[in-house]
């Protein structure tokens, strides 16, 4: 990837804590531990992981949502939280969130016309009423909702889930953004349209050179839409596996991976015949107040150590893929033997 580095996270810890009653603090607990990711121009990232592993979270993080409690957040080589307001807001401008729940993302009050106006009238005081409108009518053509006249004077509970997913993709171009986190934009959808969403992700990401960060519990979706970029495998707060999708669909390193993609129907029996099953020692992965110290699999890990709560380990580059297990190469060996 030669591409410039357009966004780069350094170490960043997320601790909330826990209020009890009476409003008194209880205790803190880490909701992302160290996480290094550099996003580059164009490219598209999938983070993949279970629901409250903390997906959520980095997805804020990389857009400016929330800030981190350790750690920066660089944009083209800057830190974000060492910008000028005006700087902040340029970053925001650029770094475009899409939420999951396309209905709660828009105002029901506001027309689709009012929804797209106001932050092109807030972002380009020097636009005419008709720059504007012409403005709106090829963000509607980008997302493929023709004819515009259709949809303008539409509210949101008059779209289908898609249609709003849409618009959100819409609101989000007006902008012109360099970067764009969708959060599970596709899980709250018809299955017979996921598809057209994710083909429309992939041509925004090819045709006007915008990286992509797509947050999903989803395998499937994650090798369509990034089949030629990055994989990101969350577990309790930290990324476990990171390195291009191919390769770790044809060889998952980490244990964790290895149950996530064997739990996946491959429909390729060349690679299915390739993929044993991993049986971890529960079914229900720990939350996030209750984690050890060290690796965050190791409460369901068939394959652990004593000294895997060790708190000090560190990632291992095999190939072009980087994982945070020490005893991959033990498990490979192990798998080939079942």
Request: glycine share 6%; aromatic share 8%; hydrophobic share 40%.
């Amino acid at each position: 990837m030669n591409k410039e580095v357009i966004l780069s996270l350094k170490n960043v810890n997320v601790v909330f804590s826990k209020v009890g009653k009476y409003g008194i603090k209880e205790h803190n607990f880490h909701v992302l531990k160290n996480i290094n990711l550099d996003i580059h121009a164009g490219e598209i990232i999938a983070i993949v992981g279970e629901s409250g592993c903390g997906k959520t979270t980095l997805g804020k993080i990389i857009t400016g949502l929330l800030k981190p409690s350790k750690g920066e957040v660089k944009y083209r080589s800057n830190n974000v939280y060492g910008f000028f307001k005006k700087d902040f807001q340029t970053f925001r401008n650029d770094v475009q969130f899409i939420q999951q729940d396309s209905y709660a993302a828009l105002n029901p009050v506001r027309t689709i016309f009012q929804s797209l106006y106001a932050p092109i009238r807030a972002h380009h005081h020097d636009y005419s009423r008709e720059q504007i409108n012409k403005r709106i009518e090829e963000l509607l053509g980008l997302v493929g909702l023709l004819p515009a006249e259709q949809f303008l004077d539409k509210y949101p509970h008059q779209l289908s889930g898609g249609q709003r997913q849409r618009i959100l993709m819409a609101r989000a171009l007006s902008l012109s953004p360099k970067l764009i986190v969708a959060d599970e934009p596709v899980s709250m959808i018809d299955v017979s349209m996921r598809l057209s969403i994710l083909k429309l992700m992939a041509n925004l990401n090819r045709e006007l050179d915008i990286a992509f960060v797509y947050i999903t519990h989803d395998l499937g979706t994650a090798k369509f839409i990034a089949d030629e970029g990055n994989v990101a495998v969350m577990y309790l707060g930290q990324i476990v596996e990171y390195g291009p999708i191919r390769d770790f669909i044809q060889q998952p390193l980490h244990p964790y991976s290895q149950a996530l993609i064997s739990a996946v129907p491959i429909p390729d029996p060349q690679i299915a015949r390739q993929i044993k099953e991993i049986k971890i020692k529960g079914m229900e992965m720990s939350s996030l107040e209750n984690r050890n110290s060290g690796c965050p699999f190791y409460a369901r890990c068939p394959y652990c150590h004593l000294d895997c709560k060790d708190d000090k380990k560190e990632y291992l580059t095999v190939g072009k893929m980087k994982v945070l297990c020490p005893y991959y190469e033990e498990i490979l060996n192990a798998n080939k033997n079942i």
